[in-house]
Nanobody
Framework: QVDLAESGGGLVQAGGSLKLSCAVS????????VAWFRQSPGNEREFAAM????????SYTESVKDRFTISIDGPKNMVYLQMNSLKPEDTAIYYC????????????????WGPGTQVTVSS
């Protein structure tokens, strides 16, 4: 069993920054992937970024590449999402998700989810 808890959301002006945190509890391994997804009103939950627990692989969706950075602190069981140059279209609930096995951007492959944290970017 894996439990996830996000924090760090809030209200920020366009061009600003926020750092989201995901606390991971439970059994992890090198074959463990943590991802950030986001969902804005009226839209599907979409992939934003992911990282493998061994820190050897990271991936981003095109719309956040060069603005967002995902990182991991294994000893602390924490995964972070540094978000810079935020845009109003980044407004969404951000979810941390985790899975064992091969990394993937497919939402349906992730069985473990946190409750989410709201990010609002004002123009």
């Amino acid at each position: 069993q894996v439990d996830l808890a996000e924090s760090g959301g809030g209200l920020v002006q366009a061009g600003g920054s926020l750092k989201l945190s995901c606390a991971v509890s439970g059994r992890t391994s090198s074959y463990f992937t943590v991802a950030w997804f986001r969902q804005s009103p009226g839209n599907e939950r979409e992939f934003a970024a992911m990282i493998t627990w061994d820190n050897l692989y990271r991936s981003y969706t095109e719309s956040v590449k060069d603005r967002f950075t995902i990182s991991i602190d294994g000893p602390k069981n924490m995964v972070y999402l540094q978000m810079n140059s935020l845009k109003p279209e980044d407004t969404a609930i951000y979810y941390c998700a985790a899975k064992y096995g091969a990394y993937t951007a497919s939402r349906s492959a992730y069985p473990y989810w946190g409750p989410g944290t709201q990010v609002t970017v004002s123009s």
